[in-house]
Every structure is written in structure tokens, then in C-alpha cells.
């Protein structure tokens, strides 16, 4: 079979009108499907639901904590949560702070900080003038709207099967404006690329020209491996500290895709500085999270990390199998007529598909209009601006197989749909 | 007998040797004892043991909300709990939002707001140069730390026993650099004070010269009754409606002392035009609190504000003799020698004890010599400043009953210590 560019325009006419009533075959089905976020499936959540009756009244007055977890105080998480947190992401206990249900929560309020009242004895960055931060891209819309909120404004920086254009960021942070960058280092948020060792040692020594550059290691796939050659992130504190730059970086991860994203608890590692000044913020604004439900996590698990690696085979036994469907798919329908590309992650929440250039954003009307929601498309770059209109990320954790495969078929049609009508003009 | 100042240096003197005397018997017995914070006792957190069993996985599986709380999503709270809470501050479900577990939180981020984004369609504060606030005093430290965080300037507003100098206020706020100002209504803290009519309505209908003004009422003992004779608190939206004000004011109140305040859940109420802004912040902040502590409270309570406000009984049945035990031993030591005075409140957690001006901070250091830790003396005051260093909050919700008295005879005797040292010169 020949690439889709090779075909004479009375074969695209063809294909195109063979698509088309396929297309229509689907769209009478009247289907209401959505790979729209990275939601864990009914199934996963049932396989947390543990969690509900791991820590009753009566099993509370047995451990009886000798400091009461149900009254004020511990504002940076109840120790044995905060060494479990510390095993995982391979950092010390001390420099570990135990948020509330969200990730999302601790990034905002460490940048809202950085902008309000500065960062590493620096002036506000609301004082700063016009400051900028660096976003690998395809990347994560929540992160893109963060810098938004806060009117940061952000620069595109590809990304490649190693992680981002290390060149190009080079250059970059000479820019003493340039204050930050946002990174998902393993099984990237759309890419599932995880960061190369070499990617991360080139990190790690950066000497930005802005003493107040902060890195947001968005770490929140750290342990979650969906095949048997899951991939290896170096350890970013590791590396930091080879080059005496441990502030430049904070990692934040959580349980919202281990146990419950609803009722989850988050975490985040820093160096001693950089707790510190989050430390102080925090007096400000809070007395603690919830300890009971960081009890509860500390419970189901044991307090060892190697209890959470090992139950989240759980959710691979669950979540591989979508993925190998997605990806078949892709395999059978696009690698022929060369035009698609994607990655297949060894773990992650998402794969991202690059169709035809300039015809993302049709593939994504055409299957809302045959009632299937993609995350919008666009919002895997800045400012909902995809420059060459041809990512998608799709999230395929949420139907059950059966239903993302009818997804999946339906999107390929769309997918070949919109290109046969971008090559007819 | 007669009034200290009425005493001669005579009678001065022998009375501060007594007082020296059993001063140095309680230092003798090596007490160590806490009325420093509003903690509840472990036989207050006891009585909400019940919402530790309240959620088992079974049942969660028995009602199965139609959408999975243990899920992404509801950004603004379950509706059970909104409802819930909508019904306990007497307004409209649409116009509550539920929180983590600290109010605290929910204050500071929306001062950060206004801060960094602005409110009302005015300039971010950030950008208006300097940035005033109104204190009613003494009030709650965290309120000041709040404008203290954001480098909000404080203006002491004097209280009386009807709420804050309204007349003051008034010609405040035709400043229009005068941005907001914090009110503990109801049993205010530290006084126990509630607003009367009166300074409710006078505030429900200013008129600030800002137009982004608004007023952080922390109604955070809105429920929190001790007597047969409890105060009552207009509905301040009631009121606002009156003026076309609802803009001017946020209402806040959280279960933490209700439930647990390691665990428990916040809330806020707001004009419809503040929800969407503050709705608008957190969609970038957080996907959402904690939904299924969010469920325990409503089934604990059956979704019914009667169902809180009875169990608020609990509360007093433990509160009460507390009170009691330390007004009664304030009116048999102070009243004849007239050398302090106190409000016995009708709910909340504190009693506020106005001694001897220019003795405040030397009572706290006697008693902190002799093993009672009192609220640090100045703490009720912005910047830790009593101007005239006579305030001392008592906080009588922690210890027993029986330490409670040993710690209040101490203080007493501290008091009165202090007075006649500052009377003898």
C-alpha cells in the first residue's frame, strides 16, 4: 500500500467517499463516548476502595497517634506520610511537604508565591516586569493555564524522543526574564516520552541568568509503568546536587492516579531552601491538610513505597490493554499511509498522536460530531495554539476497551477523513 | 474590700509578698499546662468519632452517586454539601463554595486574588500602590498574618460591646485605598462579643470610596452556642441585599470546631458575581477538594443544619463548665479590686481579659515561668503591637477542667502580681 501523499487525486476522491459512508455509519449510531481527560476508569477506583475502611474509629483508638491527627497542627504532613512520599520520589523525609487533594494546588501556590512575594531572596516576580517561562510542548493545558492566570508569558519548546530542545533552553534562560519552566519529565503529559539522562544532567546544570529561575518537576507519573520495559528517570535532586543547584527545581507528584483523584493527598520535594520559604507562605495560609486521609494512604500502603510500585501492576493490568488498543489501531490504520506519527509509552496516562499538519482541528470536529469528545485540540500548546494544528492527545483510561476501540476506529476515520480533504484542497 | 488603685503602699506591698508567696507554690509544682490556641479537647474530637465509620467501601457501593466522588470533577463541592452548608449560613446553594479542610485557606487565597488578579473588575492590588486594611481589636492573629503576608496595612478599629467603632469606619473607608477588613461576627475572637443589629446593618449599607472593598466575616463560630441565652447575628446577604451590597462581603466558616479540625470542611458564601471570580481562580488552582470527606459530613449530619446545630449541643455539654470555671474565678478575683475586665461570651472559644494597661506582657511571662503557656500577649493586636499591653486571650477549650482551674488560679494570681508591681513602680 502506498503513503497517502503518493495517491492520485481520483484514489483520494475515492478514499475519501469510501470514508465518508463509513463515516456516516458511525455517526447513526448516535455514540457518546470521551477521551477527553486522564480520568481513571470506574475499575481502578474500585480496586482503591480499601482506603474507605482502613482507618475506622475503633482502629483510630488503637493506633491512638501520640499526637491526636484529628485536631489542628503538622502543617507540612504527619511524618510517617511525608517518609512514604520521601521513599517514593527518593528524596529525604525533610524535604518533603504534604498537600491536599491536588498537585495542581501546590504549583499554583508555589508560583502564585514566586509572583506575590518572590523567590530565593528575589524581588516579587509581579515587580519583575514582563516574565516569561519555558513549556516544552505538546504539554499539559493545566500548567499552560497556570502561567496564564499570572500572566507569564510562555515560550514553546519542542520536544523530541529525549525530552525537550535542551539547545534551544539553553540559549534561553540567558534571558534574565525567563523564570521558569514547566516539565512532566517521565511518561510526559501528552508525549509519555520520559527525559533522557542525558536531558536531565543538562538540566541539572543550568546556570539560568535569573537567580529566582524555578523548574516545576511535574513528576506525576513517577511510578506509573504500564509494561514490563518500564522507562528510568534519573533522580533530578541527584543531579542538582552535583552542580550545587538544588533550588532551581520543585517536584511535585500525588495518589490522584494511584487511589483516589477525588480524594487523594499530594506531595512535593525541595531543597532545605526552597521549604523553607514554602514553609513560611503555608504558616500564612493554612494550619494543616488532612492528616486522617494521609493516615489513610500511609495505612494502605504499609508505609513502604515498594507496596505502592507493586499495586500499581494493578492498575496496568487494567490500563495496558487500552493502551495496546490505541495503538494497534493507530498501527493498522496510519503506519502504511505515513500520515500520523505517535509514541507508545511504556507508562503515563496519555498518548499524543500528531496527524496531517492544519487538519487536528477538523479531526476533532469531525468526531464531536459523531459523538466523541477528544481533549480540545490546541490544548496541548500555549494558549490553546497548536502552530502546525496537528496534535491530539488522547486519553484512553477512561472507557472500558470495548467502547475506546469504537473511539479509537471512529477517530482514525477521521483522522484519514480530514486529510484526504486537506490534500483535495 | 477595696479597688487595688484605692490601696496604700502599705497594703500594696504586703499583698504583692502574699501574692509572691503562692505565686512560688504553683511554680513548685513544675505545671505545664496549655491555654495558648482554640484547640478542641480529645473528648470534643471524640464525639465526631462516628464519621471515621461512616463511609465504608460497602456502603459507598450501596448509594453510588451518579457521579463517582472518588473521581476528578465538582470543582465547587458535592451539592449535598453545599446545600448543606447553604442551609447552616442561611443562603443559596449557588452561592456556596466548599474548601479543603481549613477556612484559613480559603481567606488567604482570595486576599491572593485580590492581589494579584484584582476583584471587581479593578486593578490587581498589587498595582495600587499601598494597600489598607481595617482590624477590629483585639482580633485573630491569622487575620493579620494574612495582611501582613501580602504587605497590607493594618488600622486598629477599637471594638465595644456592639462590634467595631463604626463611626471610625465610616470616615475610613472614604479612603479609597482602604480595601477590606476583617470581622469575626459572631463571638468574636477573642472578645465572644456578637455584632448587634445595629453595626450589622451600618455595615451591610457603607458605601467605600473602593469599589473593589470587601469585607473577609469569618463566621467561624456561627453555630457555636455555650448558653441557654444565645447571642443572634442578622444574615449579613439579607442585609447587603437591602443596599444592593452583596459584592462587599465574603462569608467563611468551616466543621473544624464542629467536627475535626484535622479533617474537617471548609466554606465559603458569596454574591453571585464573587463566585465566579473566585470559581474563576480555582479552575486553575485545583480539579477539586476532597469529595468524599465532602460525603462524610453530609451523611454524619443526614444533609440537615438542624442535625449540626443539635450536635453543637455536644459541644457546649463539654464547653460550658470551661467557661464558667474561668469567668467564675475572674469574678471572684477581679471584680472587688477592679483591676480587670471580661466579657463572658455566649459561644466561640475564647474569653478576652483586659488587665491592668502596661502589665499584659509581664502576666504572660509569670505565667509562662510557672508552666502556663498563654496566646503570646500582643498576638490579639496587628504586628503583635497591643497599644495599650493589657489584652491576654484565654483559650479554655483543651485542657480538662481541673487543669483549666489551676492554670486560671495561676493567672489570676499573675495578674494581680503584675498590678501591684506596676502600681509600686
Redesign the interface.
Known amino acids: 500500500m502506498k503513503k497517502l501523499i503518493d495517491f492520485t487525486k481520483d484514489e483520494l476522491i475515492a478514499l475519501k467517499a469510501d470514508l465518508e459512508k463509513q463515516y456516516a455509519e458511525y455517526k447513526a449510531q448516535n455514540l457518546s463516548l470521551d477521551m477527553s481527560?486522564g480520568?481513571?476508569s470506574?475499575a481502578q477506583?474500585d480496586i482503591?476502595?480499601?482506603l474507605?475502611?482502613i482507618?475506622?474509629?475503633e482502629?483510630?483508638?488503637r493506633i491512638a497517634p501520640s499526637f491526636?491527627?484529628?485536631?489542628?497542627?503538622?502543617l507540612l504532613g504527619i511524618p510517617e506520610c511525608r517518609r512514604l512520599f520521601a521513599e517514593i520520589l527518593q528524596v529525604e523525609e525533610k524535604n518533603v511537604i504534604i498537600g491536599?487533594?491536588?498537585s495542581?494546588?501546590l504549583m499554583?501556590?508555589f508560583v502564585?508565591q514566586c509572583?506575590?512575594?518572590g523567590i530565593g531572596g528575589c524581588e516579587?516576580w509581579?515587580r519583575q516586569g514582563k516574565v516569561k517561562f519555558l513549556c516544552p510542548v505538546p504539554g499539559y493545558d493545566?500548567h499552560f493555564?497556570?502561567c496564564?492566570?499570572?500572566g507569564i508569558e510562555m515560550i514553546n519548546i519542542p520536544m523530541d524522543g529525549e525530552g525537550p530542545d535542551m539547545d534551544m533552553i539553553e540559549e534561553l534562560i540567558k534571558d534574565e526574564s525567563v523564570k521558569g519552566m514547566f516539565c512532566v519529565p517521565k511518561y510526559s503529559n501528552p508525549t509519555g516520552i520520559t527525559y533522557s539522562d542525558a536531558v536531565v544532567t543538562r538540566i541539572a546544570r543550568m546556570k539560568p541568568a535569573a537567580k529566582d529561575f524555578r523548574i516545576i518537576w511535574d513528576n506525576a507519573y513517577c511510578i506509573h509503568d504500564l509494561t514490563d520495559t518500564p522507562d528510568s528517570l534519573l533522580n533530578i535532586f541527584d543531579e542538582l546536587k552535583k552542580y550545587g543547584n538544588e533550588d532551581m527545581v520543585v517536584e511535585f507528584c500525588s495518589t490522584?492516579k494511584i487511589t483516589?483523584?477525588?480524594?487523594g493527598v499530594s506531595a512535593l520535594a525541595a531543597s532545605d531552601n526552597n521549604i523553607k520559604e514554602i514553609q513560611n507562605?503555608m504558616?500564612?495560609?493554612?494550619?494543616?491538610?488532612?492528616?486522617?486521609?494521609q493516615l489513610r494512604h500511609v495505612r494502605f500502603f504499609d508505609g513502604k513505597a515498594e507496596n505502592v510500585i507493586a499495586y500499581m501492576q494493578e492498575h496496568r493490568r487494567l490500563m495496558e490493554p487500552k493502551f495496546n488498543a490505541v495503538c494497534d489501531s493507530f498501527e493498522k490504520e496510519f503506519s502504511a499511509l505515513g500520515i500520523a506519527s505517535w509514541h507508545k509509552p511504556n507508562g503515563g496516562y496519555f498518548i499524543s498522536l500528531d496527524v496531517m499538519p492544519g487538519t487536528a482541528k477538523r479531526v476533532g470536529e469531525l468526531c464531536k460530531e459523531a459523538g466523541v469528545v477528544l481533549t480540545t485540540v490546541g490544548a496541548t500548546f500555549p494558549y490553546g495554539k497548536d502552530p502546525e494544528d496537528k496534535n491530539i492527545r488522547i486519553a484512553p483510561s477512561l472507557p472500558p476497551v470495548s467502547e475506546l476501540m469504537t473511539a479509537t476506529a471512529l477517530l482514525c476515520i477521521c483522522v484519514k477523513l480530514a486529510a484526504c480533504e486537506k490534500l483535495l484542497g
Chains 1, 2 share one sequence.
Open positions: 481527560r480520568k481513571p470506574k477506583l482503591s476502595n480499601g474507605l475502611d482507618l475506622s474509629a482502629e483510630y483508638e491526636d491527627y484529628r485536631n489542628y497542627g503538622i491536599g487533594t491536588a495542581l494546588t499554583f501556590d502564585a509572583v506575590a512575594s516579587p509581579a493545566r493555564g497556570i496564564e492566570y499570572f490522584s483516589f483523584p477525588g480524594a507562605r504558616n500564612f495560609q493554612t494550619i494543616s491538610h488532612d492528616k486522617l486521609n
